[in-house]
């Protein structure tokens, strides 16, 4: 199993990523069906100036179609997986600077969690303090 984040940008969705009310996301990347079979996807989302970042879903992977969205070609349904709410701040994990960095501040859209500290930190978060 892979790990996968997707980064949900207000402006670019029209709503804020606490309205996501399914585990779904959107992306027009060439998604292999074979390749992301059971991985999971991090739903990161980006709020506010300066950026503050939070966590609002994770899920794994349920299947692929069409998006209705026009701006994207995907929809890449999940089971096993949940919305937060409230959306865990992810900003000051000690984790997070160099993931984003390697993420190209999440400029790459759907893409693979290379680093397994980053899925740690990310899991960490779910399970709370």
């Not at 984040?5 to 399914?22: F, Q, S």
């Not at 609002?56 to 949940?82: L, M, N, W, Y």
Request: aromatic content about 10%; charged content about 25%.
């Amino acid at each position: 199993m892979n790990d996968y984040v997707v980064y949900h940008k207000k402006e670019k969705m029209g709503y804020p990523a606490i309205d996501v009310e399914k585990l779904a996301i959107h992306t027009s990347k060439p998604i292999d069906k074979n390749k992301v079979e059971d991985s999971r996807i991090w739903l990161i989302a980006g709020e506010g100036s300066p950026r503050s970042y939070y966590l609002r879903a994770t899920f794994k992977i349920g299947g692929i179609e069409p998006s209705p969205k026009p701006d994207f070609e995907h929809c890449v349904t999940g089971t096993d997986g949940q919305l937060l709410d409230p959306m865990p701040n992810l900003t000051n994990e000690v984790w997070f600077p160099a993931f984003r960095k390697a993420q190209g501040d999440f400029a790459f859209g759907f893409n693979a969690i290379r680093d397994p500290g980053v899925v740690s930190g990310l899991k960490s978060i779910l399970k709370g303090p």
